[in-house]
C-alpha cells in the first residue's frame, strides 16, 4: 500500500517537510489519524522525513528502509514490550534520549499508541518533551488526543491525518485491492480511512448489500412489491447507513453514465443494468434525492423500517414520474 503518496497531500505532511526544509523541525509533534491500523504506517513516513537525505522521504534508501523495520538506531520506536505506554516505557525513553545519535544529527524517538499512555507516564514524559537533548525529536502517534493531557498537548505540534475522500481512497487502494467493484462499494461503506475501507473489503456483507440493493433498483416493479423488497433489505442485518450509501453509489454511477461522464462511472457493468431497468436521468436524480433525505431521516432516529419503505415508495415515485418514453 503506497501511504506516502496518500499522506503527501495532507498539511500534515506539507507542514513536517516545510519545517524540515527551513531547518525548525519542532521538537515534538503529535500525529492524530482515526485509522488504528496504519497509524504506525503513518508514523513511519514522518519518521523517515525526519531523517532521511534524498528526499521527503524517498522510501529507498538505506535509513528509509531500516526505519521501516524499526531497525535504525536514531529512530527508536516505542512501546516495545507491551501494549500500552507506561512509566517504564517512558524511563526507557528518557535515557536513550541522553545518548548521541549513532550516525545521524538527529535521533527521534516515536511513541504508537500514544492515546494508551498512563497519566503517570505522560507526566513523566512532559520535562523531556519541554527541553529534549540537543538534537532529540518527539513523535507521537494517537488515534484520538483526549487521553492525553493538556500539559502534553501545549507542548507539542499538533497535525491531524483526514479522513480521506472517496477518489483519494481509490486512487491509492486500486493496486492492492484489484476487485475495483468492491473496492468502490467498500469506500462508499467506509469511514473515510484506509483501514476501515480494507476491513469492508474483506467483508462479504457488502457484496450481499451490493447485490439486494441493485435487485432491488432493477427489479422492484409497483408498490405492491414494497413490503417484500423491504423484508430483503432488514434480512441483510446491516446497518442501514450502509445501504443507503451503496444505494447511493449505484445511483451516482448511472446519473454518471446517463449523463456521459464516463470517467466518473466506478462500477460499469452494474450501472449499465441500472440504465436498461428504465432509470432516466429524472428518476435518478429523484431517486438521489430521497437517498439524501433518507440520511437525515436516519440522523432523526427514525426507525429502520419506516426509513427503507419511504425510501422505496419515493424511488418507485419518481421512476413512474419520469419514465423513460
Ligand atoms: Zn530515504
Given at each position: 500500500m503506497d501511504f506516502l503518496s496518500l499522506i503527501k497531500n495532507t498539511g500534515a505532511y506539507r507542514t513536517v517537510k516545510g519545517d524540515k526544509e527551513n531547518g525548525r523541525l519542532s521538537h515534538a509533534y503529535l500525529i492524530i489519524s482515526q485509522d488504528s491500523d496504519n497509524l504506525d504506517s503513518y508514523l513511519k513516513i514522518f519518521a523517515k522525513a525526519f531523517v532521511c537525505d534524498d528526499g521527503c522521504p524517498c522510501e529507498n534508501c538505506r535509513k528509509c528502509s531500516l526505519i521501516e523495520d524499526e531497525r535504525y538506531a536514531d529512530v527508536i520506536f516505542y512501546p516495545?514490550?507491551?501494549q500500552t505506554v507506561g512509566v517504564e516505557e517512558i524511563n526507557a525513553l528518557i535515557e536513550e534520549s541522553y545518548l548521541k545519535p549513532v550516525e545521524s544529527d538527529k535521533k527521534v524517538f516515536v511513541i504508537k499508541n500514544a492515546q494508551t499512555m498512563t497519566a503517570p507516564a505522560q507526566n513523566k514524559l512532559l520535562k523531556t518533551l519541554e527541553e529534549p537533548p540537543k538534537g532529540v525529536h518527539i513523535i507521537l502517534g494517537a488515534?484520538?488526543?483526549?487521553?492525553?493531557l493538556s500539559t502534553i498537548k501545549s507542548r507539542v505540534k499538533k497535525l491531524e491525518i483526514p479522513l480521506f475522500d472517496k477518489d483519494t481512497l481509490f486512487s491509492a487502494m486500486e493496486k492492492d485491492f484489484p476487485d475495483l467493484e468492491k473496492l468502490s462499494v467498500a469506500i462508499a461503506c467506509g469511514d473515510g480511512t484506509v483501514g476501515g475501507v480494507a476491513r469492508n473489503y474483506n467483508d462479504e456483507n457488502l457484496k450481499d448489500i451490493t447485490m439486494v440493493a441493485l435487485d432491488t433498483l432493477c427489479n422492484m416493479k409497483s408498490s405492491k412489491d414494497v413490503l417484500e423488497y423491504s423484508n430483503k433489505i432488514q434480512s441483510l442485518k446491516v446497518d442501514v447507513a450502509d445501504f443507503l450509501s451503496v444505494i447511493e453509489l449505484l445511483l451516482r454511477d448511472v446519473l454518471a453514465l446517463i449523463e456521459k461522464r464516463e470517467q466518473l462511472v466506478f462500477n460499469r457493468p452494474l450501472a449499465e443494468k441500472l440504465v436498461e431497468s428504465n432509470f432516466s436521468r429524472g428518476s435518478v436524480i429523484h431517486a438521489l434525492e430521497a437517498v439524501t433525505d433518507a440520511f437525515k431521516r436516519k440522523k432523526a432516529n427514525a426507525t429502520p423500517t419506516m426509513l427503507i419503505e419511504w425510501l422505496l415508495f419515493q424511488i418507485l415515485e419518481g421512476k413512474y414520474k419520469w419514465q423513460k418514453l
Open positions: 516495545q514490550s507491551s488515534t484520538s488526543e483526549h487521553p492525553l
